[in-house]
């Protein structure tokens, strides 16, 4: 026999044989065989018929149908036959096949769940021709996921039965309620890929990304900047086209950074096009349909903890907000591309100037355009900065007297919106921080710091809001690349508890 991996498990496959000897399958085993038959792609499960646990007057026989081994015969109002179960992947519809055979037809049998109480199908057997005149029959059945045990009830006999198949209809992709729930608290790779600051290199972003992994971090959002000059050159051919180099040097970089994030163990990979300015600034809505249809089909054979943000903050670069009506069609365009080639994949909309909270009402008063509210693979977006500035070096001290209401308050006006409009929408924080940089060296504020704890551990993971802290290396510098490794305990304080500067709260480091 010979050995072939599904998941990370190891499978037996027979290979193929006149006479396969009849036995009790193990619950997947029987999917295992189906994958055999069709070298791993296959999303069918194939249940031989003479592979049954239990059965009552049924004969079994060799059988002349393609591939050879053995069919079930000699069938009479009563017989049943049972199986072991296997273990269906979603809940939904599946294609019932059935491979029949009957000399005079007008036989019948139930499909049902083994022991019977319940019937998935009552199916009609036609004349064939032949008691070895094969004919498949397909009709359509609901059942739920995971492990199911079928049986088949005989209600009219003289017919044979060679196997029968459940090809599904259904979707087992993670939605992106799902992913939500598993991507817990994340960090940006920020200033590496979007702007000139950091190393736009695979080898600086793995230096980061193991840190944060090393400590519970599970996404990573990674800002790139396409359609403008960045380190020299645009990762695009024209910029009034969209369409990607795609031997762009960079490109080669970012493809290694996603790659190498997504072999990691529950890791997710947001990525954006995230400085667009002339884009936004002249409304180049073909622009951004071509770009996302380029980079949905380079990116097209990844895994689904690939996550793709159509366009970061959209606005002017006068700082004013894109028009809705503008934002909406751009992103209509952009997301019908990504659907063309990639119906599953996790897409992330978000509003129309700096991903505040309270955009998504005005932006989004409808779904149209992005799934008409059917869309389970689309999440929100929005980024939580509440109270602080950092519009340029104004912030002052950081002592603000903040409460907790300035923490959760955006939350709940976003998720008001994700419960309304968004029809129960997940919701992603994918940038939050203060740029404590632009007045200290060092971080030491306990004001800042608890409200690093507050925010994701005490309100966000509580509401079910995944979270990307924004780190640059720079005024917001939680991870240094120069050292490779973290300048402050602020990933500690993220996950709900770090070592504070003294008792107090406005801390000498504060001011």
């Given amino acids: 026999m010979k050995i072939v991996k599904f998941g990370l498990m190891q499978r037996l496959c027979w290979p193929h044989r006149p006479h396969r000897p009849a036995i009790a399958l193990r619950t997947g085993a029987l999917m295992a065989l189906a994958l055999c038959a069709t070298g791993l792609k296959a999303a069918a499960i194939t249940v031989q018929a003479e592979g049954y646990a239990y059965m009552n007057g049924i004969v079994v026989e060799p059988t002349q149908d393609t591939g050879g081994g053995k069919d079930v015969t000699g069938t009479d109002p009563g017989d049943w036959l049972s199986y072991a179960a296997v273990n269906l992947p979603c809940a939904g519809t599946y294609a019932f096949k059935a491979r029949v055979a009957s000399k005079n037809g007008g036989g019948t049998f139930n499909f049902e769940k083994a022991g019977g109480g319940t019937t998935y199908a009552q199916v009609k057997v036609p004349r064939t021709g032949g008691k070895q005149a094969w004919k498949t029959i397909v009709q359509d059945v609901t059942l739920g996921a995971g492990d199911q045990a079928f049986g088949v009830a005989v209600t009219q006999g003289g017919w044979s039965l060679n196997w029968f198949r459940l090809v599904p209809k259904c979707s087992s992709a993670e939605t992106a309620q799902t992913a939500a729930k598993n991507m817990h608290q994340g960090f940006n790779l920020g200033n590496m890929f979007d702007v000139t600051q950091n190393p736009p290199n695979f080898q600086a972003a793995k230096a980061k990304i193991d840190a ?98 159509i366009l970061n903050e959209p606005h002017l670069s006068n700082g004013s907000a894109m028009p809705p009506a503008n934002l909406r069609n751009m992103t209509a365009l952009a997301y019908a591309k990504i659907r063309a080639v990639s119906p599953q994949r996790i897409v992330v909309i978000g509003g129309n100037q700096w991903f505040g909270a309270g955009e998504m009402a005005q932006t989004w008063p409808d779904l149209n355009g992005v799934g008409n509210g059917n869309d389970a693979y689309l999440m929100a977006e929005f980024h939580h900065y509440n109270p602080w500035s950092f519009n340029g070096d104004n912030q002052g001290d950081y002592a603000d007297n903040w409460t907790d209401a300035d923490v959760y308050n955006p939350m709940d006006t976003m998720l008001g919106w994700a419960n309304s409009t968004g029809r129960g929408m997940p919701v992603y924080i994918g940038e939050w921080g203060t740029g404590w940089g632009s007045r200290y060296q060092v971080m030491q504020c306990n004001n800042i710091r608890l409200w690093y704890q507050k925010l994701d551990h005490q309100y966000a993971s509580v509401k079910g809001m995944p979270t990307a802290v924004w780190d640059d290396g720079g005024w917001f510098k939680i991870f240094d690349h120069g050292s490779n490794s973290f300048a402050n305990n602020l990933y500690q304080c993220i996950s709900g508890s770090c070592a504070w500067d003294g008792g107090e709260r406005f801390n000498s480091a504060c001011y």
């Fill in 212 to 309: 944060y992994y090393a400590q519970g971090f599970r996404n990573v959002r990674i800002p790139i900047t396409w359609t403008e000059v960045t380190n020299g050159s645009m990762l695009v051919n024209n910029a009034l086209v969209g369409d990607v180099n795609r031997s762009h040097p960079r490109l080669g970089e970012i493809k290694q950074t996603v790659d190498y994030a997504l072999s990691l163990s529950g890791m997710y990979v947001v990525i954006n096009a995230h400085h667009e300015s002339a884009l936004k600034d002249n409304n180049r809505a073909s622009v951004l349909e071509r770009l996302w249809a380029d980079i949905a089909d380079i990116f097209k054979d990844r895994g689904q903890h690939l996550i793709f943000e």
